[in-house]
């Protein structure tokens, strides 16, 4: 595992005094409709680090980027509409808003505070030398505090200056939720107990190719499913009828089986499915074995016998890695399988002999549905960021971290 100071290592904040001015950048890119938090996972998860940083005296002056402003004021974009849901997920405790991320209006505000007080400043990305890592841009916000705190690990794979700039000109910690994200993702490929399994759902292999290629050398069993299986079965010469599937992917699903042959780990594809004629709540289905899928009928979910079998078969692996549905679980009733299979993850980690380790957008939309998210050793608050750790791939953040 990388080394990296955590808050209770941290001398640079040791050994400061009380009133410490912290810049500590949160992911508070949260889904939004109409001006109001739909989910607010992000905020919850990221408000203990804010607690414990307040708790020992410091000014915490919270950083973030919303959206996609592309260094322009958008005031759809603003962080306004965040305050009041941080004050709720901080127990009520006050916190003022900056107008800009920078200059005398950030400035002023952060001088205002007293020890323990906590300031959010507006949208990072209003100004282009966040995306940038603009030099003058990372020294503006430097000015402002004295330690950077990076509790963003959802933004880690991007180097941008709040993420990678502001950890190479101010000693740097890793906040709470970055520890505990990390923390988690070593125990699921950096030193897991083994055997490992990994599930990998979607619609496209080739969103997901670096993926499956870097975990076809780490893991024991990897699962695929979702449309993305359809690619696979398609390039083994099954017909998967109006099935969404990547035919020009077909020589690339056989090289990931190939990989997977030689690092002797087990690809296992779906041997009944659900299919429909077309993806609609309720629509008329039938379940069939792989090598009956009609012309005019497409995929949506793997069968009853894959999912008891997936379900059966997990009590083999000691960890369990999860990205993306097992099918269209978006639109009943082809959730069934996720959730069985999902289940049955939840079940084995709670009597303890699972780790269960899961993220990516639509995975946790996926096992909350299913019910299940809290039964999870781990669920990431990352997307991309995951995805790209998945990969292989540093994460700028992170490694900006390393000390
Ligand atoms: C995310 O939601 O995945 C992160 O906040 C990163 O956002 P971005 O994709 O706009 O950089
Ligand atoms: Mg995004």
Known sequence: MVGFH????FPALNDAGSGTRVLLRGDLNVPMRDGVVVDATRIKRLAPTIQELADRGCRVVIMSHFD??????????????????????????????????????????????????????ENLRFHAGEEANDLSFVKALATLGEVFVNDAFSAAHRAH??????????????????QAELEALEAALGNPSKPVAAIVGGA??????????NLVGRVD?????????????????????????????????????????????????????????????????QTVPIAAVPADRMILDVGQATAAALAGALSDFRTLLWNGPMGAFEIKPFDAGTNVVAQAAAKLTREGTLKSIAGGGDTVSALT????????????TAGGAFLEWMEGKELPGVAALEN
Do not use: W
């Open 221 to 285: 069993q990897l699962v695929i499913g979702g449309a993305m299986a359809n690619t696979f079965l398609y390039s083994l010469g099954t017909d998967v009828g109006a099935s969404l599937c990547e035919h020009d992917m077909a020589h690339t699903a056989r090289n990931v089986m190939a990989k997977a042959d030689d690092a002797r780990c087990e690809i296992v594809l779906p041997s009944d499915v659900v299919i429909a004629e077309n993806l609609t709540e309720g629509a008329t289905n």
């Open 369 to 380: 549905a299913a019910g299940v998210i809290d039964d999870f050793s781990y669920v990431s």
């Open 204 to 213: 496209k292999v080739s969103s997901k190719l670096d993926v499956l290629t």
């Open 6 to 9: 955590t808050l209770d290592r």
């Open 68 to 121: 996609r402003p592309k260094g322009k004021v958008v005031p759809e974009m603003s962080l306004k509409p965040l305050l009041e849901p941080l004050r709720v997920a901080l127990g009520g405790r006050d916190v003022v808003f900056a107008t800009d991320c920078v200059g005398k209006i950030a400035q002023s505000v952060i001088d205002g505070l007293e020890p323990g007080g906590i300031a959010l400043l």
């Open 161 to 178: 200056a709040s993420t990678k700039g502001l950890a190479q000109v101010l000693p740097a910690a890793a906040g709470r939720l970055m």
